[in-house]
């Protein structure tokens, strides 16, 4: 039972345009959501983050939305870069947010210049 | 500098051979997780540990022992390695609204 799901394994695009990445979710107890980035051979690593009473948190060039009432959020990423190409995870918790992650399946990112 | 890490990086090992991950991290942070990462799954977790000799069953716990005896250390023990669990393991150190990966472990099991 996938209770986060990101249904895009991959996405390209083209360096300085829009990336969108969607991720849905079943569980309505989850009220905290996170985005990490995966470059090979590394650790995730913590982008963005967003509380259920949020719609929308932004951070330079990354912007996350979230939709309750869909159970769905998305990462925005303007411009891309060839640096993010990557695999990007969503995840999300409840209650005690940094310890207990569900994680979708991931989507690689590639950013062609 | 903060960090999470695992050794060994690479581990090849038979069924049936007993082995540890051993995590570390400098943190000081209260929780830490052991997740597994496999193809079209993305990472599920293993076991977490809430504090000192608090520890609880993730999502995929079978197969798998943890114990956290200080702070700092989570290691992840495999009694008895199966093919199954040939995998890519990642530990994490936690506050409440994020979490640090480890660079991972990728176990080969034959």
């Known amino acids: 039972d996938q209770q986060v799901k990101q249904n895009s394994p991959s996405l390209s695009v083209q360096e300085g345009r829009i990336s969108i990445l969607n991720c849905d979710y079943t569980?309505?107890?989850?009220?905290?959501f996170l985005w990490y980035k995966k470059y090979p051979a590394e650790g995730p690593t913590f982008l963005i983050s967003?509380?259920?009473?949020?719609d929308k948190n932004e951070d330079g060039r990354f912007t996350v939305f979230l939709n309750k009432s869909a159970k769905h959020l998305s990462l925005h990423i303007v411009p891309s870069q060839p640096g993010d190409s990557a695999v990007y995870f969503c995840?999300?918790?409840?209650?005690?947010?940094?310890?207990?992650?569900?994680f979708g399946e991931g989507t690689q990112l590639t950013v062609n210049p | 500098e903060a960090q999470v890490t695992q050794n060994p990086r690479y581990l090849i090992t038979v069924t049936g051979k007993k082995l540890t991950v051993t995590c570390s991290q400098n943190?000081?942070?209260?929780?830490m997780s052991w997740y597994r990462q496999d193809p079209g799954l993305g990472l599920r977790q293993i076991y977490y540990?809430?504090?000192?000799?608090?520890?609880d069953k993730g999502d995929v716990p079978e197969g798998y022992k943890v114990s956290r005896k200080e702070k700092r250390n989570f290691p992840l023990i495999l009694e008895s390695p199966s093919p199954n669990q040939t995998s890519l393991y990642f530990c994490?150190?936690?506050?409440?609204?994020?979490?640090?990966f480890g660079q991972g472990t990728r176990l080969t099991v034959v």
């Open positions: 994490a150190s936690s506050t409440n609204t994020e979490a640090f």
């Open positions: 569980n309505s107890m989850f009220d905290y």
């Open positions: 967003i509380s259920s009473i949020k």
């Open positions: 995840a999300a918790s409840w209650g005690t947010s940094g310890s207990r992650l569900t």
């Open positions: 943190m000081n942070h209260e929780y």
């Open positions: 540990s809430m504090n000192v000799e608090v520890t």
